[in-house]
């Protein structure tokens, strides 16, 4: 059974930094691509960034680029979200997620592209 687990989520003031983390079992994704998302109260769950197959490519959705940074560890299964400064409209539960699909030019930024979910870790930031 595949699980995702995110952790590193909490409470920090705008300006602040987070570390989330999310690790992979019952399957590996070494090579495929992972992601995360984001969904705020009241709204749609949001693309972030995805991370392809050795954490060779990454892409930012406009509103974290230059803030947030994704890496990923192949022989944990394991990705990271580097959060800084964060603002007060970062505040969202934050999701990772994986698929098996990997492409040397497209991007994966759909929520339904990704056929694995964690159960989400809350970041809140206060102004």
């Known amino acids: 059974q595949v699980q995702l687990v995110e952790s590193g989520g909490g409470l920090v003031q705008a300006g602040g930094s987070l570390r989330l983390t999310c690790a992979a079992s019952?399957?590996?994704?070494?090579?495929?691509?992972m992601g995360w998302f984001r969904q705020a109260p009241g709204k749609e769950r949001e693309f972030v960034v995805t991370?392809?197959?050795?954490?060779?490519?990454?892409y930012y959705a406009d509103s974290v680029k230059g803030r947030f940074t994704a890496s990923r560890d192949s022989a944990k299964n394991t990705v990271y979200l580097q959060m800084t400064s964060l603002k007060p409209e970062d505040t969202a539960v934050y999701y990772c997620?994986?698929?098996?699909?990997?492409?040397?030019?497209?991007?994966?930024?759909?929520?339904?592209?990704?056929?694995?979910w964690g159960q989400g870790t809350q970041v809140t930031v206060s102004s």
């Open positions: 019952g399957r590996t994704f070494s090579s495929g691509t």
């Open positions: 991370i392809s197959r050795g954490g060779m490519r990454t």
């Open positions: 997620a994986a698929t098996e699909r990997y492409s040397a030019t497209y991007l994966y930024t759909r929520t339904g592209e990704y056929d694995y």
